[in-house]
Structure formats: structure tokens, C-alpha cells
T-cell receptor, first 111, second 116 residues
Framework: GQQVMQIPQYQHVQEGEDFTTYCNSSTTLSNIQWYKQRPGGHPVFLIQLVKSGEVKKQKRLTFQFGEAKKNSSLHITATQTTDVGTYFC???????????WGAGTKLIIKP | KAGVTQTPRYLIKTRGQQVTLSCSPI?????VSWYQQTPGQGLQFLFEYFSETQRNKGNFPGRFSGRQFSNSRSEMNVSTLELGDSALYLC???????????????FGSGTRLTVV
């Protein structure tokens, strides 16, 4: 069936280092969405990418959608403690448009 | 504008009981989805409602059911609770006329259910 794989599962970084999470879909996606869930919180919508090769920035966060619309990445430059949390990607299924979610990447800042 | 409201925030139930959780979506949002999240796990899709109709359903047993009212408010019910049903139950709303999947979800704070 249609799947969205997200890697890595965890990433430990020193504050100030960069962070990247990757999503790969088994099929072409009409769009991809990114969410952030802080510890103890709920997922919060960050952004939606729709166009092939699209790149969007939100301050230190850079989101990319691949040319084939099957992969996407989220890159955070110079991480801060406020970036801690789990980042999820999600894309709609072809058959019924229900969102398929990646397993999430947990960003952990090393003390 | 008000966000997605879920009640109650916390709930403790005994194995074998049943529970009903409530979700009020953002005004104007007609799609409501429910997810189960257990510690360290991702988001497990339960079901989605649009205009009072169940549009999609995840792979959960029939003990899990839901409904949506004409004002878009939604409820989910779990009957014959099991210990493994302990989880955070999240509701998300979206402005999502079918066919779509093209709108971001706004999540509620969730209901944390503990089954003892």
C-alpha cells in the first residue's frame, strides 16, 4: 500500500548545529504537509508544499518538495532549544485523500 | 478565532467500561479526523468525518466508533475498554471539501485516556 517513510527516527544535535529530516513516499503526492509536536503537546501545522521542486522558508526552517513530488525534507539551521520536538510529514493518499503520516523525527538537543 | 476544542482533557476509566470523547472543530471546518497516539508512537488514524458522513476509517476494531453532528462537532466512542486503549486521542479539523486532502489540519490538545 501507499507509504510515507520518514528518517531518521531520532536526531541528537548540539544547540547551534543543523538538523534535517527526510520523507519519502512510495507514490507521487499532490502535496506534502509538515507538522511539529512539542513534548507533551499536539501536532501543529507548519507548512504545505504543492509544486514540484518547491522550496519554502520560515526563518531558520527550510522545506523542500522533490522534483518528482515523492520526497521532501525539512532543514533547520542553527537549532535552538525551542526547536525541540517531533517533526512529522504527511501526504494525501491517491485513493481517498486521507493523509498518510510519516513516523516522525524526534529532535533532541544535547545538554 | 477559537481553536479545536477537545473534552475532557484527561480521563481515567476501568477496563470494560465505555468512553465518549468530544471534539468541536474550528468554525467553518467541516472535516474532523481522529487519531490515537501512544508514547513514542506516531499518529494512528481512527476515522474521518465530513458533513456527518464517515469518509475514511483506519484499522481499528469495531469497539471504536464515531459520529459527526450537523454543527460539525464530533464524538468518538470506545466500548469495552482495554488496557491497550490508554493513549492520547487527538482530533483535527480541516476546511476540506472532497475530494481534497489539500488543507492543513488544526489539532486539538487531545484527551489523555488512561485505562486501569
Amino acid at each position: 500500500g501507499q507509504q510515507v517513510m520518514q528518517i531518521p527516527q531520532y536526531q541528537h544535535v548540539q544547540e547551534g548545529e543543523d538538523f534535517t529530516t527526510y520523507c519519502n513516499s512510495s507514490t507521487t503526492l499532490s502535496n506534502i504537509q509538515w507538522y511539529k509536536q512539542r513534548p507533551g503537546g499536539h501536532p501543529v501545522f507548519l507548512i504545505q508544499l504543492v509544486k514540484s521542486g518547491e522550496v519554502k522558508k520560515q526563518k531558520r526552517l527550510t522545506f523542500q518538495f522533490g522534483e518528482a513530488k515523492k520526497n521532501s525534507s525539512l532543514h533547520i539551521t542553527a537549532t535552538q532549544t525551542t526547536d525541540v520536538g517531533t517533526y512529522f510529514c504527511a501526504g494525501p493518499m491517491d485513493s481517498n485523500y486521507q493523509l498518510i503520516w510519516g513516523a516522525g523525527t524526534k529532535l533532541i538537543i544535547k545538554p | 478565532k477559537a481553536g479545536v476544542t477537545q473534552t475532557p482533557r484527561y480521563l481515567i476509566k476501568t477496563r470494560g467500561q465505555q468512553v465518549t470523547l468530544s471534539c468541536s472543530p474550528i468554525s467553518g471546518h467541516r472535516s474532523v479526523s481522529w487519531y490515537q497516539q501512544t508514547p513514542g508512537q506516531g499518529l494512528q488514524f481512527l476515522f474521518e468525518y465530513f458533513s456527518e458522513t464517515q469518509r475514511n476509517k483506519g484499522n481499528f476494531p469495531g469497539r471504536f466508533s464515531g459520529r459527526q453532528f450537523s454543527n460539525s462537532r464530533s464524538e468518538m466512542n470506545v466500548s469495552t475498554l482495554e488496557l491497550g486503549d490508554s493513549a492520547l486521542y487527538l482530533c483535527a479539523s480541516s476546511f476540506d471539501p472532497p475530494p481534497s486532502g489539500n488543507y492543513g489540519y488544526t489539532f486539538g490538545s487531545g484527551t489523555r485516556l488512561t485505562v486501569v
